[in-house]
């Protein structure tokens, strides 16, 4: 699993909607007092506090050490760790695994919901969102026409998504043991916040892009990117990100 630099301090600042969206997905989770549920990919804590109010007994684990460290500074009372989406284990078995926002950034699938199944007990449950099949398009095509017309074709893959569609991930949950309960695709064109532009958006999410490119060129690049982009995702005066999400529930069968 790739680690990604995350930008902590930009991420609660600027975009707190990705976490103020997954609200929606601890309600489709239903926590309950006592449960024992892991927060996968847990950032900066938001989620994994909510998920607490409940009562539940909640652990909330993300690759990256300065998310893992913003939360343990804004929630100190929860149990917060560095964590591997690809290879994690719990000695006592979870009711349940709640994740958002994260999965699209782990290309090794099948390792993250072997580890999701293998920590859950038998009729666990596990709610998720992530980005789904054509998230960001109208970003990922401007992005590619950019680089590629400007010299830098190397650079369009170097993040490496996974966006599937319900039929795809939902025959990979049946695969590791799961009964999916409930499976969503649906289009959330997202506005960022006032003075908000898509630049702030490659910073905080696709700054590997621009891996090797140096400062002023980065700049340039960028530039021409939000004007490529502004006919498709700037309306009445402010940007949005063409988010295409699914939403899953599914039960550990046994």
Same mark, same amino acid.
């Given at each position: ?7 902590? /301090?930009?991420? +609660? ?16 989770? @239903?926590?309950?007092?006592?449960? *024992? ?19 539940? =007994?909640?652990?909330?684990? $993300? ?16 149990? &917060?760790?560095?964590? +591997? ?9 979870? $009711? @349940? ?28 449950? &596990? @709610? ?9 398009? /109208?970003?990922? *095509? ?12 190397? /650079?369009? /893959? ?20 799961? $009964?999916? =309960? #409930?499976?969503?695709? #649906?289009? *959330? ?15 905080? #999410? ?7 490119? $140096?400062? =002023? ?6 530039? %021409? ?18 988010? =295409?999400?699914? *939403?899953? %529930? ?5």
């Amino acid at each position: 699993m790739r680690k990604y630099n995350w930008n902590s /301090n930009l991420y +609660d600042k600027k975009h707190s909607y990705v976490f103020k969206f997954g609200e929606d997905v601890v309600k489709l989770l @239903a926590p309950k007092s006592n449960e *024992r549920i892991l927060d996968l990919g847990c950032g900066t804590g938001y989620l994994t506090k909510l998920i607490s109010q409940s009562g539940a =007994k909640i652990i909330g684990i $993300d690759s990256s050490e300065e998310m893992i460290k913003q939360a343990k500074q804004k929630y100190p009372t929860l149990n &917060f760790e560095i964590k +591997d989406a690809t290879n994690f284990s719990f000695k006592s078995k979870l $009711d @349940a695994v709640f994740s958002n926002a994260v999965l699209h950034w782990i290309p090794e699938k099948e390792k993250v919901v072997s580890c999701i199944s293998n920590a859950l007990k038998p009729g666990g449950r &596990f @709610a998720a969102e992530f980005g789904g099949k054509n998230n960001v398009q /109208n970003i990922l *095509r401007a992005i590619n026409k950019i680089l590629t017309s400007n010299g830098y074709p190397q /650079n369009v /893959n170097k993040v490496n998504w996974y966006f599937p569609s319900i039929g795809e991930y939902s025959m990979l949950l049946e695969k590791y043991g799961f $009964d999916v =309960k #409930f499976a969503s695709h #649906f289009n *959330r064109d997202t506005f960022l916040e006032e003075g908000v532009d898509i630049t702030s958006w490659l910073e905080m #999410f696709g700054k590997e892009f621009f891996e090797g490119i $140096d400062s =002023k060129k980065k700049s340039e690049l960028q530039k %021409l990117i939000v004007k490529e982009l502004k006919p498709t995702n700037f309306l009445k005066g402010k940007w949005f990100v063409d988010y =295409k999400r699914i *939403r899953v %529930l599914a039960v550990k069968e046994g």
